[in-house]
């Protein structure tokens, strides 16, 4: 791999540049951010797929922390038969 950068700097071909990937920000933290509620099932939803699993925090840009908070509140919501465990 490193022999194929140093034939094609030699040959003058142009290097390739970095993409730049903006950094996402959570959604519920900051003004006018969206609150955790296990009774919101909307908001809630937009963070599960459509096989019923929990999307991963790097996929939907949750902290953290409020990646915790939100697993909870789905497991409540679940629990509760607000939201289904799996959607068919």
Do not use: W
């Not at 951010?33 to 963070?47: E, G, R, S």
């Amino acid at each position: 791999m490193a022999r194929d950068n140093e034939r094609t700097q030699e040959r003058g071909a142009p290097q390739r540049r970095q993409f730049f990937r903006r950094r996402k920000s959570c959604p519920f933290t900051g003004e006018g951010a969206m609150k955790i509620d296990h009774k919101d099932a909307k908001t809630l939803f937009k963070f599960v797929s459509e096989r019923g699993k929990m999307i991963p925090s790097r996929i939907s840009a949750v902290s953290t922390k409020k990646q915790r908070e939100l697993a909870i509140a789905i497991k409540r919501a679940r629990y509760l038969a607000i939201m289904p465990y799996v959607n068919d």
